[in-house]
Nanobody
Framework: QVQLVESGGQSVQAGGSLRLSCAAS????????MGWFRQAAGKEREFVAATARSGVYTDYADSVKGRFTISRDNAKNTVYLQMNSLKPEDTANYYC????????????????????WGQGTQVTVSS
């Protein structure tokens, strides 16, 4: 059974950078599409970024395009989210998710497409 563990969340000032990691036990390898979502206090969970099985195809929410980059290292069963130019509105609990799929190039931006979720890591951006 796949388990996902996020790390890297912390408090930073606006304009700063963070890199989140999502380590997958149970060996997702290249068999799963991966995604990052976030949920701010009092708000619904929202899509942030996704990568297809191959890692070549990615998708981003408009609010993070040009600032965030999703990547994956299938050999290490790890997915990353590099976050630059952070804004206070990026403050949220960030969740990693995986979806086993036969489609190599497809990305998924809806939370209910995903099979497995991590416990989340908190990112706080102060102005």
């Amino acid at each position: 059974q796949v388990q996902l563990v996020e790390s890297g969340g912390q408090s930073v000032q606006a304009g700063g950078s963070l890199r989140l990691s999502c380590a997958a036990s149970g060996g997702i390898g290249s068999s799963s599409a991966m995604g990052w979502f976030r949920q701010a206090a009092g708000k619904e969970r929202e899509f942030v970024a996704a990568t297809a099985r191959s890692g070549v195809y990615t998708d981003y929410a408009d609010s993070v395009k040009g600032r965030f980059t999703i990547s994956r290292d299938n050999a290490k069963n790890t997915v990353y989210l590099q976050m630059n130019s952070l804004k206070p509105e990026d403050t949220a609990n960030y969740y990693c998710a995986s979806k086993r799929t036969v489609y190599v190039t497809r990305t998924y931006d809806a939370w209910n497409h995903y099979d497995t979720w991590g416990q989340g890591t908190q990112v706080t951006v102060s102005s």
